[in-house]
């Protein structure tokens, strides 16, 4: 199972656009498209679905929207067009609203085609842009980046996740401990191994509890699309640049 990291760190490289759907349509049908391009991510503060609904996906409406970096009401034109959609939180839309794409000289960055690790750095729970940098501190006005409820989800989210994944790999340690001391009690027909195997199955139980909790972050959601209106069908997985922060969590020695 692969799970959010505690932290998702900004991009080292730009978000690819693998897709490319028919250009015939409404922008709306790009979703499916753009949640695999995006990595079911806000392409801008980064926050995943998750952090919004916890893995509950009736609670998604209107969670994550289609964002376009030429206004709508501005080039009417370019409405349908795929490489002016972005996937984005709706609180990084709302932020944004109708500030324009350029201002006194700064311009919004495009994580399509800018590592956003060259103009902001993560600092606790805050998207800091580089100093200097007048198109990372005009990107975070716009958007918002540190609005207090996305600091507060990358807080939670962090907070949450340490702890399950400590708890798991402390358990981890002491259930192979454990096996290995049950199996020679066993073998010796020691009473004592009804205790060790009693412990054995109230980790399990531990274990199985921070596995729930871990489910809900799934990396690549339970609802994600199989299919979208690209012809042919592009390789459906997480963007590179979101893929190797992923943690990878074998379930089986739990069960």
Known sequence: MKVLPPRTLPPDKPFQRRHRPPSVGHWASYRSCLRWDFGFSCGFCLLHEADFFHGQPGARTGIMTIEHQTLKSKAPKKANDFENCFFACRL????????????????????????????????????????????????????????????SRRRARRELLTDRLLLLARIGEELSALLDLAERLRSLGSPSFKSAWKEIVSLRLQAHRALQVLRLYRAIPDDAPRACRCDPQPELSLPDVLGRQVVDIDETWSL
């Open 92 to 151: 990084c839309n709302r932020a944004r609203g109708t500030k324009p794409r350029e201002h006194q000289g700064a311009r919004l960055l495009d994580p399509t085609h800018k590592a956003w690790v060259d103009h902001f750095e993560l600092v606790e729970d805050r998207l800091r842009p580089v100093p200097g940098d007048i198109d990372a501190e005009y990107t975070r006005f716009a958007y918002d980046l540190d609005d207090p409820e996305k600091v």
